[in-house]
T-cell receptor
């Protein structure tokens, strides 16, 4: 099983749609969870951290289910500017002996159309 | 402005000609890392460093070297580049975990072509 797995997409949605991204991770001892956004040929940028209680930032809601080792990102009222690739990122407890490393999913591409 | 600076942004080189991609951060971060990104393969870690003079291999270290002589700098060295090292490279840094976990800050990337 891959360490961090995401649906590659692409997701093609109309403006205003609600879109959900899902991600599963294999290391049950994982400590921290993030969603990153990457525009074409640009660097990944932190979108939001994901907390056990779930968290919301405007139109974006992230949820974590530790029992199922599952993370989600919901975007409501999607905008053209939301078009990007969304990366699920996990910090395992003991990966490589370093607590600093992050494991990236391959990303899900979102295309929001007018 | 807090940032990770990579240079150069674009580089075309020939097989076997040694090159260095520089990376510098001004946030006093302990952790630094190099990734390469290829279509369909996502971000793959090359090397990482937990602090000055502490480096370790990531998932794809073959053909690369790094050094961490100062906290702010983490250069990536290709001693004898080959065409399969043509890729988009990212440097990233982050604080030591504990007291808040903010993930990595990435540099703008270096697009390397080896012919």
């Amino acid at each position: 099983r891959k360490e961090v797995e995401q649906d590659p997409g692409p997701f093609n949605v109309p403006e205003g749609a609600t879109v959900a991204f899902n991600c599963t991770y294999s290391n049950s001892a994982s400590q921290s969870f993030f969603w990153y956004r990457q525009d074409c040929r640009k660097e990944p940028k932190l979108l939001m951290s994901v907390y056990s209680s779930g968290n919301e930032d405007g139109r974006f809601t992230a949820q974590l289910n530790r029992a199922s080792q599952y993370i989600s990102l919901l975007i409501r009222d999607s905008k053209l500017s939301d078009s990007a690739t969304y990366l699920c990122v996990v910090r395992p407890m003991n990966y490589g002996g370093s607590q600093g490393n992050l494991i990236f999913g391959k990303g899900t591409k979102l295309s929001v159309k007018p | 402005e807090a940032q990770v600076t990579q240079n150069p942004r674009y580089l075309i080189t020939v097989t076997g000609k040694k090159l260095t991609v520089t990376c510098s951060q001004n946030m006093n971060h302990e952790y630094m890392s190099w990734y390469r990104q290829d279509p369909g393969l996502g971000l793959r870690q090359i090397y990482y460093s937990m602090n000055v003079e502490v480096t370790d291999k990531g998932d794809v270290p073959e053909g690369y070297k790094v050094s961490r002589k100062e906290k702010r700098n983490f250069p990536l060295i290709l001693e004898s580049p080959s065409p399969n090292q043509t890729s988009l490279y990212f440097c990233a840094s982050r604080m030591k975990p504990g007291g808040g976990d903010y993930g990595y800050t990435f540099g703008s990337g270096t697009r390397l072509t080896v012919v």
